[in-house]
């Protein structure tokens, strides 16, 4: 459901940027000047509303009713513009509901501010810190103390250290701004208390005049920040905006650990667990290597070899059976071919008795080497139930053989899904552990910075652009999945009207373009100069062509060629996406629109989830379209997508 949202403005840039930003995140926006507010009907009604700075307070009375709504947004001055500064104050006062968004923001900050809001609402406000801010010039004192106020932060104020640990012992301190002088060191004394109250608070200073020693003096005692006065408000605000995004940005990273370690001890329990359970299951389970070595046997194993555990582990399993069942077992190791297990009927000599077994074989990895793991089961009742069932073989016969081509069938479907989500889990499991990784490693080179009272800017912008880049990766693979989620459940929304498919096509050759610049792949596109209309869905169409044009420079060698065709039918229009890749095998050109599936010639080094295609799919089939591909003559291969003109 798209949220309706509400911009009522004064000419304000934030509230331009604002809209933009509610747009891209699937917003339905109403942007008015705030004269017009008269004309709206119901204003509680919106799902948001942001209320620009600048407005008169008479608006104040109409606006009284968002007191309570769970939604709003508040766009505050420049710091520096005193008058608006004061009058957007006594807007604050009156709706003190809403969010405050500052004009220093970043669009990714604010972005990710309104994602909050839609999704839960005003109760995810942003946090601010607590400041004491301390200087004996009682003049800029009280200036400063009024600026940071009139950013809403919470500001205590002393004219000297003694007065300011006062105020730190009944009042819980996060930043503390002062002024410091070279030949007095009271301001780095009255951090060093605060910082015995409070380990996480966080210091910023204000200087005339430094030399480098006393800089990197200040650095060393844990001081986040140095500004050189004369400064302005702005100033002032962007270095305490950025040093609390930092200590925000810790703390996060702290309960990220702390929730991946509550992670590894659930996994070591259930390890210990399946562990007991291997060890006293009643049936049989053994682990052996590919040339046939044992590596381990359970209990169950000894009892049933009839002998001890050092000596199943200096045996082979081609030495327990007899020499039919052991070539069997080779044969069917042999032909695996992509299947990851099998079963296998094995015959056991033991004191001149011969023991039935059915082992059912599972590939695994053991330490980076193929090797295998069977699960024995003594089925010698069972070959008595079946000389049973055989007397009555000439009866059931057709029945039985209707019946097997049946199970068969489940059995080959049911296959094909555990082997298709078996590498679908693992490719997802690296394509997540590797932004996860990059994130943990790159916030613990900053957490060991910082610990270690060093903090070079230029390492921790590397570290936190490090982050971001993995973070945007992990969500771009949380997206797939849930719009493959959304499309299951036919909840994806789809908004169709009269689009020009060849601009929408030359957007996503647009979107592109830097990936093919990168391998020099040249795009050509053909198609109609007149504009083409097609009754469709921007955003979903624009994605379809985005992932095959990605997908055709992705296998495209360096220096190739993608051609684009677009051709117009009287009852439709067809797309073509021509590569120079690898190509792909004729029995899988269908199967690669599966989910979770893609091409055997391209899956062991392109990467990826194999949700792409399938997810092109689903959006085609909304279109009431078709999607296929095709191999070229020469090389590589070639994706049609037919789109009926009258979807109706």
């Not at 000297?160 to 009944?170: I, R």
């Not at 609390?244 to 210990?272: G, P």
Request: glycine share 4%; with cysteine; aromatic share 6%.
């Amino acid at each position: 459901m798209t949220n309706k949202v509400l911009i009522v403005d004064s000419n304000s840039v934030l509230a331009m940027r604002l809209k933009v930003l509610f747009e891209l995140l699937g917003g339905e926006v109403e942007h008015i000047h705030y004269r017009m507010l008269e004309e709206v009907e119901d204003i509680a009604s919106y799902d948001a509303i942001a209320i620009a700075n600048g407005i008169p307070t008479s608006f104040l009375e109409p606006l009284s009713s968002l007191r309570h709504h769970e939604k709003l947004i508040l766009l505050a001055p420049k710091p520096d513009n005193a008058q608006q500064l004061a009058l957007f104050s006594q807007f604050n006062k009156a709706l003190p509901n809403g969010i405050v968004v500052y004009p220093f923001f970043s669009n990714k900050e604010i972005t990710n501010l309104l994602e909050r809001v839609f999704e839960i609402g005003a109760d995810n406000r942003l946090l601010l810190p607590t400041v004491l801010l301390v200087d004996h010039q009682l003049e800029r004192l009280s200036e400063l103390a009024s600026s940071l106020s009139g950013a809403q932060l919470q500001v205590y104020t002393a004219d000297t250290s003694l007065a300011g640990m006062s105020q730190a012992q009944h009042q819980a301190i996060d930043l503390l701004i002062a002024a410091y002088e070279p030949h007095d060191k009271s301001a780095l004394e009255l951090f060093g208390q605060l910082k015995r109250l409070n380990h996480n608070a966080r210091c910023l200073l204000y200087t005339k005049q430094a030399d480098q020693v006393d800089m990197l003096e200040a650095i060393r005692f844990g001081v986040d920040d140095v500004l050189i006065t004369p400064f302005d408000d702005g100033d002032l605000l962007k270095a305490l905006h950025k040093l609390w995004q930092t200590e925000m940005l810790k703390r996060h990273n702290q309960e990220l650990v702390e929730r991946l370690q509550d992670t590894v001890d659930a996994l070591i329990e259930r390890d210990s667990l399946l562990r007991v359970i291997y060890k006293h299951t009643p049936d049989s389970i053994m682990l052996f290597n590919k040339d046939g070595s044992i590596i381990e046997g359970n209990d169950a194993c000894v009892e049933l070899f009839d002998c001890a555990q050092e000596e199943i582990q200096c045996s082979s399993i081609f030495d327990l059976f007899d020499s039919e069942s052991v070539e069997s077992l080779k044969l069917q190791m042999q032909e695996l071919k992509g299947r990851r297990n099998f079963d296998c009927e094995l015959l056991l000599t033991r004191n001149d008795k011969v023991i039935p077994l059915m082992g059912t074989f599972n590939e695994i990895d053991h330490h980076g080497e193929l090797a295998f793991s069977v699960i024995l089961k003594n089925v010698a009742h069972l070959k008595k139930k079946q000389q049973v069932l055989e007397e009555a073989k000439e009866v059931l016969e057709a029945e039985v053989q209707a019946r097997t081509a049946q199970l068969q069938k489940a059995k080959e479907a049911a296959e094909a899904a555990n082997i298709s989500k078996s590498e679908f889990l693992a490719n997802m499991s690296h394509e997540l552990r590797t932004p996860m990784h990059s994130i943990l490693s790159f916030a613990r080179f900053g957490l060991d910075k910082l610990a270690a009272g060093e903090v070079p800017i230029d390492k921790l912008e590397k570290y936190l652009s490090r982050i971001e880049t993995s973070g945007e990766r992990l969500l771009l693979l949380l997206n797939n999945l849930l719009d493959l989620s959304k499309l299951d459940a036919g909840r994806f929304p789809f908004n169709p009207s009269a689009q020009d498919i060849c601009a929408i096509i030359k957007t996503a050759i647009d979107d592109v373009s830097g990936s093919a610049l990168a391998k020099h792949i040249l795009l050509k596109l053909s198609a109609p100069k007149a504009p083409l209309l097609v009754f469709c869905d921007q955003e979903q169409m624009n994605q379809v062509f985005r992932n095959l044009l990605g997908n055709a420079i992705k296998f495209s060698p360096d220096g190739g060629v993608v051609q684009i065709k677009v051709l117009s039918a009287s009852d439709k229009v067809s797309i073509e996406i021509c590569d120079q890749g690898v190509g792909i095998p004729e029995d899988e050109l269908t199967h690669i629109f599966s989910k979770f599936a893609q091409s055997s010639t391209t899956n062991s080094g392109a990467g990826g989830t194999g949700l792409g295609l399938a997810i092109c799919k689903e959006f085609v089939a909304l279109h009431k379209g078709s999607i296929y591909a095709t191999n070229n003559d020469d090389v590589g291969a070639t994706l049609h997508i037919e789109i009926p003109l009258d979807q109706k």
